[in-house]
C-alpha cells in the first residue's frame, strides 16, 4: 500500500520554527519528486518546495525562499521541510506529495518556472495543519 504520512505540523507563533516530516512507504522513493504543497481555506493548493534526487531537482517558492529548507533521507524513506521563521500567511494545511515525472519544476510559457501541479502528482498525503499565531 502507498502511503505518505506526514507530521510535525502544530501552532506557532510568528518568527517560530516547525520541522514537517514525510514518511513515505510503498513506492520507489528514491526514483520519485517529492513535494510539499499547502492550502490556506478558500485558497488554491500552491507547490512550497520540492526535492528529486534522480534529476537533482530543488525547487522554493518565492514566498518561502530563505525560510524553508527540504531535505530528503532515503535511508528512511523520509522528507522534512524545515520552516524557520514562519509568517502567519504561512497558516494552511501541508500536504506530501510525490510524483513519478519525476521533475520537480518547469518552465513556462513566459519563461519563467513553475513547480509541480497538483494534476501532475501521484501520491498524496493526508495533510498536517500548521497555524501561526501573530
Known amino acids: 500500500e502507498v502511503q505518505l504520512v506526514e507530521s510535525g505540523g502544530g501552532l506557532v507563533q510568528a518568527g517560530g520554527s516547525l520541522r514537517l516530516s514525510c514518511a513515505a512507504s510503498g513506492f520507489a522513493f528514491d526514483d520519485y519528486a517529492i513535494g510539499w504543497f499547502r492550502q490556506a481555506p478558500g485558497k488554491e493548493r500552491e507547490g512550497v518546495s520540492c526535492?528529486?534526487?534522480?534529476?537533482?531537482?530543488?525547487y522554493y517558492a518565492d514566498s518561502v525562499k530563505g525560510r524553508f529548507t527540504i531535505s530528503k533521507d532515503n535511508s528512511k524513506n523520509t522528507v522534512y521541510l524545515q520552516m524557520n521563521s514562519l509568517k502567519p500567511e504561512d497558516t494552511a494545511v501541508y500536504y506530501c506529495a510525490a510524483s513519478s515525472i519525476p521533475y520537480c519544476s518547469a518552465t513556462t510559457e513566459v519563461g519563467g518556472v513553475r513547480m509541480l501541479l497538483p494534476a501532475e502528482i501521484h501520491y498524496w498525503g493526508q495533510g498536517t495543519q500548521v497555524t501561526v499565531s501573530s
Open positions: 526535492i528529486s534526487d534522480s534529476v537533482s531537482g530543488l
